[in-house]
């Protein structure tokens, strides 16, 4: 309820109050109770209630909830989310015959919320009034259909060869600090003034990155389209654990709705060790690298959440990509090859790219989109088509030809060519671009405009370029757009505006 | 989950023992036995400690029965437990035991918690309503907790009616919150 607090009169706000509380009917409060036997490190054990249902929320004293996770023959383990300082041994905790539930809704757009939907931005209340169940079974076959339309992340190398479809699940996976969240944040940035409502779902993070992160998206006007979710790493592991499943649930509002959404999970690793902490002090046993025997289900359940919706269920779609964090670039580990094996493709990150300047550092051999062509536009897929299979060969051959003195005329332009897409793909942070531009970009390095520039003069061309294209040649864009396909006329037209430019261009 | 099996293994094993109109004094003496563990660290080093032998363990329970006027299967029972080594689970034998109890006289115990001491009258309607309600005879423990501020609230099992003004009050505070 929303009240103009200026120009009330104190009499008006006790006449409010009255009605409300005449309203009030009173009532006998039954409720089923146990007795906490043990408190510490975020669980607490319950003696007694007797028909707990599994991941029903329970009311500590001092306002603070939980979440049945055990249920055994006398006691009922749960996960605090707060402070488990506040409850102590001998509490009474009442069920409350929910299971836990998340508010959703647009008025949650621009917001920043914790692990539970709480807003922490410190721009007052939620008004929202719908809610939605956090743990959710994924849609079944018949809601869903195949993934058919494209989601732009903006950053060419991705668009180009690894294109992400809405309804998919793409994996981003990578070393520390080579730009694994720089790429959802680009993809956050490019949903502005378009029909994707974004998710950033942070797990573990340092608060001052989430902060950073916020910032920026503010900065660059993301926020308007972008619900951050937030589960920081001085939060206790209940909190890290629940957040992907919230965020999850707010997405899931806008795929049912006919809507769509992106979601980004900022990292799964990190969820994965607070699982691993909750259930070791759950005393659940442990298995493989000391994850509990559940750790597969824990992501898949989640991932198989995002997904193109039929159009009898509305059409909407839930597009999620999911981040994991990889030692020393070993994709061979438990959690990787787990999220691997869930996800519709993945995105390679490689340290050696990241500090030989190439960035995003996209290895273009190992990473794959398995959805593949159905989530290009076709004039993408005509113009970049053999590009992923190139550059793989000219990483090849550049190794090869390392020890070759003398090579012939064909490889040697393979080489050049190779060497020019790599420039092209180049991509500052921040910057993603318009699908057209993009489209500009790779046809003339596809079709070797770029052969005879100088290899330092790639980048100012490209800048040239679309700064030549966007002043005089709108109508080249907009054809591109509107026919979203490349006849032979429109390549006549972009093949003589590159002419022309680079007849005024000198590096 | 073994635990809990033990634990009601043992509270069975007691009652089956003592038989069933024994029961309440044993677990009365179990429960004063449980008390002054909790009152005496150097007590419950003896039970506890590996390092005291059975026979030193005997002897100073022995001079305790006397003193409690224990009876002695409350004893051997207690020397048993700290024989194998299950002496800390003593408290949840206890509460098993009980639960036992009235499970087989198909009674039941109800916490009574008022801000105020309750009158004669006041107390045989409740019983008798609470008798009602539950289908089986009710053993009440009154309990005053000035912080309630008036009502009265009952605990039966693990259910709990809340008719206080506290709670009253805390419900209106969440209608009030909703609007």
Do not use: W
């Amino acid at each position: 309820m929303s009240i103009n607090i200026e120009g009330i009169k104190a009499e008006e706000i006790s006449e409010l109050l009255k009605k409300q509380i005449t309203d009030f009917e009173k009532k006998v409060d039954v409720s089923e109770i146990g007795t906490v036997t043990y408190i510490g490190d975020g669980v607490a054990r319950i003696y007694g209630l007797d028909n707990c249902m599994n991941l029903e929320l329970l009311e500590f004293p001092n306002n603070i909830f939980g979440m049945a996770l055990n249920l055994e023959e006398d006691s009922v383990s749960a996960v605090l989310f707060g402070e488990d300082k506040l409850v102590k041994e001998g509490d009474i905790v009442k069920r409350t015959g929910r299971v836990m539930m998340t508010p959703v809704g647009d008025a949650l757009v621009g917001r920043v919320v914790n692990a539970i939907g709480q807003p922490i931005d410190g721009k007052g209340p939620i008004n929202t009034k719908e809610t939605r169940l956090v743990e959710l079974i994924a849609p079944g076959i018949i809601k869903r259909q195949p993934v058919n339309q494209p989601l732009q992340t903006g950053i060419k190398a991705i668009d180009a060869m690894i294109p992400i479809g809405r309804g998919q699940r793409e994996l981003v996976i990578g070393d520390r600090q080579i730009g694994k969240s720089a790429i959802l944040i680009d993809t956050i940035i490019n949903q502005k003034g378009g029909d994707v409502i974004c998710i950033y779902c942070a797990v573990g993070q340092r608060r001052p990155a989430v902060v950073n992160t916020v910032q920026k998206l503010q900065e660059m006007g993301a926020m308007e389209h972008t619900i951050v979710v937030a589960a920081t790493a001085s939060e206790p592991a209940p909190m890290q654990y629940i957040a992907p499943y919230v965020a999850c649930a707010m997405g899931e509002y806008y795929r049912d709705n006919g809507r769509h959404a992106f979601i980004a999970y900022d990292d799964l690793t990190k969820q994965a060790h607070s699982y691993r902490q909750l259930s070791l002090i759950l005393r659940r046993p442990p298995a493989r690298e000391a994850y509990p025997g559940d750790v597969f289900y824990l992501h898949s359940k989640l991932l198989e959440r995002a997904a193109k919706m039929s159009d009898a269920m509305g059409g909407g779609s839930l597009t999620a990509i999911p981040v994991i964090e990889t030692q020393a670039g070993d994709v061979s580990g438990y959690i990787p090859t787990n999220v691997i094996s869930i996800t519709d493709g993945q995105i390679y990150l490689e340290p050696e790219l990241f500090f030989g300047g190439i960035r995003p550092a996209i290895n273009a051999g190992l990473s794959v989109s398995r959805v593949g062509g159905a989530a290009q536009i076709k004039a993408m897929k005509q113009i970049a088509g053999m590009l992923r299979l190139d550059l793989a060969q000219y990483r090849e051959l550049a190794a090869f030809a390392q020890f070759a003195s003398d090579l012939d005329k064909t490889t040697l332009a393979q080489l050049e060519r190779g060497k020019r897409m790599i420039e092209l793909l180049k991509q500052d942070q921040y910057v993603p671009m318009p699908v057209e531009d993009e489209i500009i970009v790779i046809y003339a390095g596809t079709q070797g405009f770029l052969d005879d520039l100088p290899l330092e003069a790639i980048k100012s061309f490209e800048e040239g370029l679309l700064r030549y294209v966007r002043v005089e040649k709108q109508d080249l864009r907009k054809a591109i757009i509107e026919k979203k396909a490349l006849d032979d006329d429109l390549r006549a037209k972009i093949s003589a505006a590159i002419e022309t430019f680079k007849k005024t261009f000198s590096a | 989950m073994k635990k809990i099996k033990q634990v009601k293994t043992f509270a069975n094993a007691l009652i089956r023992n003592v038989g069933i109109d024994n029961a309440p004094r044993t677990i009365k003496e179990l429960e004063a036995f449980n008390a002054l563990m909790l009152k005496s660290k150097e007590f419950k080093s003896l039970l506890f400690n590996p390092q005291f032998t059975t026979a030193e363990r005997e002897a100073v329970l022995k001079q305790l029965a006397a003193k409690m006027k224990l009876s002695e299967y409350t004893i051997k029972f207690v020397m048993y437990l700290s024989k194998i080594g299950i002496i800390p689970a003593l408290p949840a034998i206890i509460r098993s035991a009980i639960n036992l109890y009235f499970e087989k006289k198909k009674k039941a115990k109800a916490v009574v918690m008022t801000p105020i001491e309750i009158k004669k009258e006041q107390e045989d309607s409740l019983k008798s309503s609470l008798k009602k309600m539950m289908d089986r005879d009710v053993d009440i423990e009154y309990v005053m907790d000035p912080s309630l501020l008036g009502g009265i609230l009952v605990k039966v099992g693990s259910t709990m009616y809340d008719t206080s003004i506290r709670s009253q009050l805390r419900l209106l505070r969440y209608e009030l919150i909703k609007g």
